[in-house]
T-cell receptor, first 111, second 114 residues
Framework: GENVEQHPSTLSVQEGDSAVIKCTYS??????FPWYKQELGKGPQLIID?????GEKKDQRIAVTLNKTAKHFSLHITETQPEDSAVYFC??????????FGQGTRLTINP | DGGITQSPKYLFRKEGQNVTLSCEQN?????MYWYRQDPGQGLRLIYY???????QKGDIAEGYSVSREKKESFPLTVTSAQKNPTAFYLC?????????????FGSGTQLSVL
């Protein structure tokens, strides 16, 4: 089955700096890679996703890159703001019906 | 206002007791899911359902049971057989049943053992 590893588990950056979170996956057939953001006391929300036919996708200050050969994908947040503080999860499909999530990264933005 | 509603927000279980977590959605989504969240372990799938009156075990189904009698409801029962039930439980839904579908999550239920 699919195995997803996420690093780092915690990340602290100064406001305005960039943050990068990385995930690796094991199943070369995986073709969809979402990122979810979980704020304190809430459920996760999808913030960006990428499909295997593209190498990069951007949405304002957030971008995701995919390296299919190396089987890893990364979340990039530029010009970080206090509201970016949250737990971020990557995921990859296992078969046709399930998503496997990474362990999560707690991102803290320091003012 | 469409969304997923989980209740209660906090729940306490005594030894040997079964407890049921509620999950209701008014998004008209076909698929519904239950995840367990423990610190440092991400989200692990307990059960999922793609259609009414049908559901499948996820990766950690032991000690849990579900039902899907109505499209909008997917309650989770944590039985006394689940020896380590303390965790944050998340319910989710998606329009379709493919893994490419966006998941919509509820706000979760924190279950603790007395």
């Amino acid at each position: 089955g699919e195995n997803v590893e996420q690093h780092p588990s915690t990340l602290s950056v100064q406001e305005g700096d960039s943050a990068v979170i990385k995930c690796t996956y094991s199943d070369s057939a995986s073709n969809y890679f979402p990122w979810y953001k979980q704020e304190l006391g809430k459920g996760p929300q999808l913030i960006i996703d990428i499909r295997s036919n593209v190498g990069e996708k951007k949405d304002q200050r957030i971008a995701v890159t995919l390296n299919k050969t190396a089987k890893h994908f990364s979340l990039h947040i530029t010009e970080t703001q206090p509201e970016d503080s949250a737990v971020y999860f990557c995921a990859a499909p296992q078969g046709a019906q399930k998503l496997v999530f990474g362990q999560g990264t707690r991102l803290t933005i320091n003012p | 206002d469409g969304g997923i509603t989980q209740s209660p927000k906090y729940l306490f279980r005594k030894e040997g007791q079964n407890v049921t977590l509620s999950c209701e959605q008014n998004l008209n989504h076909d698929a519904m899911y239950w995840y367990r969240q423990d610190p440092g372990q991400g989200l692990r799938l307990i059960y999922y359902s793609q259609i009414v009156n049908d559901f499948q075990k996820g990766d950690i189904a032991e000690g849990y049971s579900v039902s899907r009698e109505k499209k909008e409801s997917f309650p989770l029962t944590v039985t006394s057989a689940q020896k380590n039930p303390t965790a944050f439980y998340l319910c989710a839904s998606s329009i379709g049943t493919s893994t490419n579908e966006k998941l919509f999550f509820g706000s979760g239920t924190q279950l603790s053992v007395l």
